[in-house]
C-alpha cells in the first residue's frame, strides 16, 4: 500500500496538468447587482418620465447586442431556434443579463398595456400575460443565481427580484394572500441589504422598500388585516416615494376611490347651502360634491404643489359634468326620444339653487388652485424682489417669475370673485356679499403691491410711491371686515393683510428715498460737467489738445441737434402785392463812366468834363 501510494505521488508530481486544469477550470462566483443594474437603465432611459414604450424599446437593442457580443444567437435569418440560458452555457456574467433584460422588457410592455387598460379593457388579458412571462424569466434568473455560479449578494438579489415579480401577477390577478407574502418576502430582503452596504446603495434598497409598501398596505386592506383604512389608501394615492409610481397600484387604489365615492354618494340625499336644503338627485351631481367636501383632507395628505394641482383640475374636470348634468335636467332630456317632463316651480327653483351651489363651489375652488399657483410663483421671484419674511432662493432649473405674472393671476381671482357675487342667489344674502367685497379688497391690495413692485424695477419711484398708500387703503379697508368676522380663515387674512400694510410702508419708505437720491445724482452730474465735455463745434474758440477727438467715436457735435425757436407762419398772407406796379427808377441810377483806351481818345479829342 506504501508503495502504491508513492507511485501516486510520484505520478502526480511527474505530471501536474491535470491538477492546473483543474484549477483554471474552478472560476470565482459571478456577481450581478441586479436593483443597482435596473434602476440605472430606468433612470436613462425613459422611465425617469414615465415612458414605459422608450424603455422596452431599448430592452430589445439591449438583448438583440447581448447576443450578438455572447455569439448566443437565436438561429438565422430565416429559422429561429430559441436558446435557453443554462448552468452550462453560462461562461460570463453578461449571461445572466439576458434573462433580466427579458424580464424588464415582458414587466415594462405590461406597464405599457396597464396605461391603455382604461380605455380598451380587451388589453388587460394582454397585460396579464406579459407580466407572467417577466414573472417567468425573474423566476429563471433566480434559479440560475442559487448554484454555484453567483455569490451570497447575488442569490438574494435574485430571490427578492423574482418575488416583486411574482406578487405583481398575483397583485393584478386580486390574489391578495399570495400578493402579500411574495410583497413581504421581496421587502425583508431588500431590507436586509439595505443595512449590508454603503450609503449609495443603502438608499436604493430603502426607496425599493418604500416603494413595495404601498403594494402590502392595500393587500392587506382588501384582506381586512392591519387596519388599513380609506384614508391610508387616500394617503398612498397622493405620495410619491421618490421613483417611478407603480400604475398597477395606482389604478387599483383609484378604483376603490371611486367605489367609495360613489358608495357615499348613494346616502347623500341633499346639501345645506346659505341655511337653505337643496335635494340632489343625479349621480354625478352627487360624487362631484362628495369629492369637494372630502379635497381638504386630500391635500394634507398631498407632499407637493404638483398634486395638488392634479387634484383641483380632476375636481374642476368634475364641475364641468356636474354643471351640465344640473342644465340638462332643467332644460328635460329629449335624447331619448320621449316627451319632455314638466316640472313645477319648486323643482325649477330647487335645481336653479343647485346650479348656483355648484357654480359657487366651481368659483371658490379655482380661486383656491390659483392662490395655490400664486404661492409658487412668490417662490421663483428673484431674490430682491421677495418679501423679507419669506426670502426663498429661486429653484435655477425654473423659469423665474415677474411682477407682471403676479399681476396677472390676481386679475383672474378678482374677475372670478366678482362672478361668484353675480350669481343669483348670492347677492341677497348680505354676509355673504360682504365677505366676497372683503376678499376683493383683500386681493386689490396685493395687486397693487405687485404693481408696485413692477414700477420699482422700472425706477418709476413716485409712481411706485402711489401705488404702495393704494395698498394700504385697500388693505384697511379689507381689515375692517375682517375684524368684524370671527372665524379663522377671516382671522388669517387679517394678520396677512397687517404683513402687507407694513411691509407696503417700508417699501414706500425705500422708493420715496430712491428718488430722493436719483435727484441728487442728477444735479452732481451737472455740476460735475466741465467745458471739455461740451462738443467741438460749442468751443471752437477755445484751444485744447483733446485726445478723445482721436477716438473712434470724436465729441464734435451735438446730434440730433437741439431744437431752436423759428418765426411761425404769419396768420395773414399780403395777396395784393403780387398785382402792384411799382414806378421805374432808372433816372435815378447812376451811369457807367466808359473805361479802357476808347474812353481816353474820347475825353483827349472832345474834351472831357473836369
Not at 336653479?352 to 371658490?364: A, G
Not at 429661486?394 to 403676479?406: A, F
Not at 404702495?468 to 394678520?495: L, N, P
Request: aromatic share 8%; glycine share 4%; proline share 4%.
Amino acid at each position: 500500500m506504501a508503495l502504491g501510494n508513492d507511485k501516486e505521488v510520484k505520478m502526480e508530481v511527474e505530471n501536474p496538468s491535470t491538477n492546473q486544469t483543474e484549477e483554471e477550470n474552478r472560476v470565482d462566483p459571478f456577481t450581478l447587482e441586479i436593483l443597482p443594474l435596473i434602476k440605472e437603465n430606468q433612470s436613462t432611459h425613459g422611465l425617469r418620465h414615465g415612458d414605459y414604450q422608450r424603455y422596452r424599446q431599448y430592452c430589445t437593442r439591449r438583448l438583440r447586442r447581448l447576443y450578438k457580443t455572447l455569439h448566443f444567437q437565436q438561429g438565422s435569418r430565416n429559422n429561429i431556434k430559441p436558446k435557453k440560458v443554462t448552468e452550462n452555457v453560462v461562461k460570463d456574467v453578461k449571461f445572466l443579463h439576458i434573462p433580466l433584460i427579458d424580464a424588464e422588457r415582458a414587466w415594462s410592455h405590461a406597464m405599457e398595456l396597464k396605461l391603455l387598460a382604461n380605455t380598451e379593457p380587451r388589453k388587460r388579458f394582454h397585460l396579464i400575460r406579459r407580466l407572467r412571462n417577466a414573472a417567468g424569466h425573474a423566476d429563471s434568473l433566480e434559479k440560475l443565481c442559487q448554484g454555484s455560479l453567483c455569490d451570497a449578494r447575488t442569490k438574494l438579489e435574485a430571490q427578492a427580484y423574482a418575488s416583486y415579480m411574482k406578487g405583481s401577477v398575483s397583485f393584478e390577478l386580486q390574489k391578495w394572500k399570495e400578493a402579500l407574502e411574495l410583497f413581504g418576502r421581496a421587502r425583508t430582503i431588500y431590507e436586509k441589504l439595505a443595512g449590508a452596504f454603503s450609503e449609495e446603495h443603502r438608499n436604493m434598497y430603502l426607496q425599493r422598500v418604500e416603494e413595495i409598501t404601498p403594494n402590502i398596505r392595500y393587500c392587506a386592506y382588501n384582506l381586512g388585516e392591519g387596519g388599513t383604512d380609506i384614508n391610508d389608501l387616500m394617503q398612498m394615492r397622493m405620495s410619491s416615494t421618490g421613483g417611478v409610481q407603480d400604475p398597477v397600484l395606482a389604478a387599483k387604489i383609484d378604483e376603490v376611490l371611486a367605489q367609495t365615492r360613489e358608495k357615499e354618494a348613494e346616502s347623500m340625499t341633499e346639501v345645506t347651502w346659505r341655511g337653505r336644503s337643496i335635494p340632489v338627485k343625479n349621480e354625478k351631481v352627487r360624487a362631484f360634491i362628495l369629492h369637494a367636501q372630502q379635497i381638504a383632507r386630500e391635500l394634507d395628505s398631498a407632499e407637493d404643489a404638483d398634486s395638488k394641482m392634479s387634484m383641483y383640475e380632476e375636481l374642476l374636470m368634475e364641475s364641468k359634468d356636474a354643471l351640465q348634468a344640473v342644465k340638462d335636467e332643467l332644460k328635460g332630456d329629449t335624447s331619448s326620444g320621449k316627451p319632455r317632463s314638466q316640472k313645477s316651480e319648486t323643482q325649477v327653483a330647487q335645481l336653479q339653487s343647485l346650479q348656483s351651489y355648484i357654480t359657487y363651489v366651481k368659483l371658490s375652488k379655482t380661486t383656491d388652485r390659483n392662490l395655490l399657483m400664486v404661492e409658487a410663483m412668490k417662490k421663483q421671484l428673484p431674490a430682491s424682489l421677495q418679501d423679507s419674511s419669506e426670502a426663498v432662493e429661486p429653484d435655477p432649473t425654473k423659469k423665474l417669475t415677474k411682477p407682471e405674472d403676479l399681476v396677472r393671476i390676481y386679475d383672474i381671482i378678482l374677475q372670478t370673485l366678482s362672478d361668484m357675487g353675480e350669481l343669483p342667489g348670492v347677492d341677497d344674502d348680505i354676509e355673504m356679499s360682504k365677505d366676497i367685497s372683503a376678499q376683493i379688497l383683500h386681493f386689490k391690495a396685493y395687486r397693487c403691491f405687485y404693481i408696485a413692485k413692477s414700477y420699482l424695477q422700472a425706477k418709476k419711484w413716485r409712481e411706485a410711491a402711489m401705488l404702495y398708500d393704494r395698498v394700504t387703503s385697500h388693505a384697511e379697508s379689507a381689515m375692517e371686515h375682517f375684524q368684524e368676522s370671527q372665524d379663522y380663515q377671516s382671522k388669517q387674512r387679517f394678520t396677512k393683510m397687517q404683513e402687507l400694510v407694513s411691509l407696503s410702508r417700508g417699501a414706500k419708505c425705500s422708493a420715496h428715498a430712491s428718488c430722493i437720491l436719483e435727484g441728487e445724482t442728477v444735479v452732481d452730474d451737472m455740476s460735475a460737467i466741465t467745458l471739455h465735455d461740451k462738443p467741438l463745434s460749442d468751443r471752437l474758440d477755445v484751444y485744447h489738445k483733446d485726445q478723445s477727438l482721436t477716438n473712434k467715436k470724436p465729441n464734435v457735435t451735438t446730434f440730433p441737434p437741439e431744437f431752436q425757436p423759428i418765426p411761425c407762419k404769419p396768420l395773414f398772407f399780403d395777396l395784393a402785392l403780387n398785382q402792384v406796379e411799382f414806378p421805374s427808377l432808372e433816372e435815378r441810377v447812376e451811369a457807367k463812366k466808359a473805361t479802357g483806351i476808347t474812353g481816353y481818345f474820347k475825353g483827349w479829342l472832345w474834351g472831357g468834363s473836369s
